[in-house]
């Protein structure tokens, strides 16, 4: 059981932010929320992850909700090399459990 | 260069056969952990390990068997009791929990 959710696919035009929503509503007070992406035949990359406070890194930033029970993750400028599978993960002192994740389709 | 190698990309094997995937980590992470990924699907566990000589099952564990002999290496063997065996079979550390997990490539494994 993944215990979030996410819509099954998106659509962005190039150049466009993205924002990829996720839902955890049954979420505990020491998971953390991971975002990991596919691409076709490879392995997961990781993306960002955090606690509580929204974060920022060189790929994307991840916004929290106030109440942790959802989280936003934002692409500022989507290239089609960011057409991948987009996995929302929460994640305690357990390994990571995988859903079906977003597709996220970029549009040249 | 640092990181984690599964190999072979590819294998091929005949139906009741065992097989064994390699996964080797020059990271110095202390876990490791084996998913099964099937077509349109999200990562599945299978095993993973928190420390040498120490392992647990995760979701799917039937028909599969690892070991932790080494902190870098962590073979998985697909045996024939696994009744599906044909999938993509990815191998991932990571220093410990809530830090960064590093995958492989993977394996694509197809049985005939």
């Known amino acids: 059981d993944a215990k979030t959710t996410q819509p099954n696919s998106m659509e962005s035009n190039e150049e466009e932010p993205v924002h990829l929503p996720c839902n955890h509503s049954?979420?505990?007070?020491?998971?953390?929320i991971h975002w990991y992406r596919q691409l076709p035949s490879q392995g997961p990359e990781y993306v960002i992850h955090?606690?509580?406070s929204n974060v920022n890194n060189r790929m994307a930033s991840l916004a929290i909700a106030e109440d942790r029970k959802s989280s936003t993750l934002i692409l500022h400028r989507a290239t089609l090399r960011d057409a991948a599978v987009y996995y929302c993960i929460r994640g305690g002192n357990t390994p990571l459990v995988f859903g079906k994740g977003t597709r996220l389709s970029v549009i040249a | 260069d640092g990181g984690i190698t599964q190999s072979p990309k590819y294998l091929f094997r005949k139906e009741g056969q065992n097989v064994t995937l390699s996964c080797e980590q020059n990271?110095?992470?202390?876990?490791m952990y084996w998913y099964r990924q099937d077509p349109g699907q999200g990562l599945r566990l299978i095993y993973y390990s928190q420390i040498v000589n120490d392992f647990q099952k995760g979701d799917i564990a039937e028909g599969y068997s690892v070991s932790r002999e080494k902190k870098e290496s962590f073979p998985l063997t697909v045996t024939s009791a696994q009744k599906n065996p044909t999938a993509f079979y990815l191998c991932?550390?990571?220093?410990?929990?809530?830090?960064?997990?590093?995958f492989g490539q993977g394996t694509r494994l197809t049985v005939v």
């Open positions: 955090g606690l509580t």
């Open positions: 049954t979420i505990s007070g020491t998971d953390y």
């Open positions: 991932a550390s990571r220093p410990y929990l809530n830090t960064e997990a590093f």
């Open positions: 990271l110095n992470h202390d876990a």
